[in-house]
C-alpha cells in the first residue's frame, strides 16, 4: 500500500523566513497530493492541492512543488507569520479516494 | 454551507461503555470517511463510505468498532465495549466523487476512555 514520509518532524523558523516541508510517496499510481493545516485543538484544513499534471502551485505566500518521477513533493511558505504556526500534513491518494498522512510537521514560527 | 458537523464535540466515559460518535456531511457530498488522531499513530483512516455504501474498513481496529450510513446526511461510528486504548479525536471528513476532490473535515470528537 502507499507510505507517506514526511520530513521534518519540527521546524522552527524566525518570521520572514521561509520554510520548506518535504514528502516522499512510494505508490506511482497516486495523483493528488494535498496539503492541510492544523492548528492546536482544531481540525485539519486543506491550504493547498496539487495534481499529478501540474509541477508547481503557488497560492499567495503558499507553494507546492511535485516531482513524479523522484515520487515526492514539498510545501514552501515563504514570508512566515507567526500565525502559519500549526502542525502540516502532506497526503496522497493511492486511488478509490482514500487519503495517506503524512506523520505531520510542527512549525514554530517566532516573532 | 455549515461544513461537516460531528457530534458530541468532548465524550467521557469509562472502559467497557457503549460509545457513539455522529456525523452529518456536507449536502451534496457522496463520500464520508471517518479518521482517528493520536500521536503515536497520526492520522489514521478507518473507514469510508461512498453513497451510504462502505467501501473499505480495513482500517476499522477490531470487531469493537463500527459504522454506518443510514441515509446521505447521517452517519455513526460505534465502540462497543470501549477500552482506554481507544482514547483519541476522532474526525469524520466528506467530499464530491473523484480522486483528486479535497476532503473536508469536521471539528472532531475528542474521546476519553477512563
Known amino acids: 500500500g502507499e507510505n507517506v514520509e514526511q520530513h521534518p518532524s519540527t521546524l522552527s523558523v524566525q518570521e520572514g523566513d521561509s520554510a520548506v516541508i518535504k514528502c516522499t510517496y512510494s505508490?506511482?499510481?497516486?495523483?493528488?497530493f494535498p496539503w492541510y493545516k492544523q492548528e492546536l485543538g482544531k481540525r485539519p484544513q486543506l491550504i493547498i492541492d496539487?495534481?499529478?499534471?501540474?509541477g508547481e502551485k503557488k497560492d499567495q505566500r503558499i507553494a507546492v512543488t511535485l516531482n513524479k518521477t523522484a515520487k515526492h513533493f514539498s510545501l514552501h511558505i515563504t514570508e512566515t507569520q507567526p500565525e502559519d504556526s500549526a502542525v502540516y500534513f502532506c497526503?496522497?491518494?493511492?486511488?478509490?479516494?482514500?487519503?495517506?498522512f503524512g506523520t505531520g510537521t510542527r512549525l514554530l514560527v517566532s516573532p | 454551507d455549515a461544513g461537516v458537523i460531528q457530534s458530541p464535540r468532548h465524550e467521557v466515559t469509562e472502559m467497557g461503555q457503549e460509545v457513539t460518535l455522529r456525523c452529518k456531511p456536507i449536502?451534496?457530498?457522496?463520500?464520508l470517511f471517518w479518521y482517528r488522531q493520536t500521536m503515536m499513530r497520526g492520522l489514521e483512516l478507518l473507514i469510508y463510505?461512498?453513497?451510504?455504501?462502505?467501501?473499505?474498513d480495513s482500517g476499522m481496529p477490531e470487531d469493537r468498532f463500527s459504522a454506518k450510513m443510514p441515509n446521505a446526511s447521517f452517519s455513526t461510528l460505534k465502540i462497543q465495549p470501549s477500552e482506554p486504548r481507544d482514547s483519541a479525536v476522532y474526525f469524520c471528513?466528506?467530499?464530491?466523487?473523484?480522486?483528486?476532490?479535497?476532503?473536508?473535515f469536521g471539528d472532531g470528537t475528542r474521546l476519553s476512555i477512563l
Open positions: 471528513a466528506s467530499s464530491f466523487g473523484g480522486e483528486d476532490q479535497p476532503q473536508h
Open positions: 505508490d506511482s499510481a497516486s495523483n493528488y
Open positions: 496539487i495534481r499529478s499534471n501540474v
Open positions: 497526503a496522497a491518494t493511492p486511488g478509490f479516494q482514500k487519503l495517506v
Open positions: 449536502s451534496g457530498h457522496d463520500y
Open positions: 463510505f461512498n453513497n451510504n455504501v462502505p467501501i473499505d
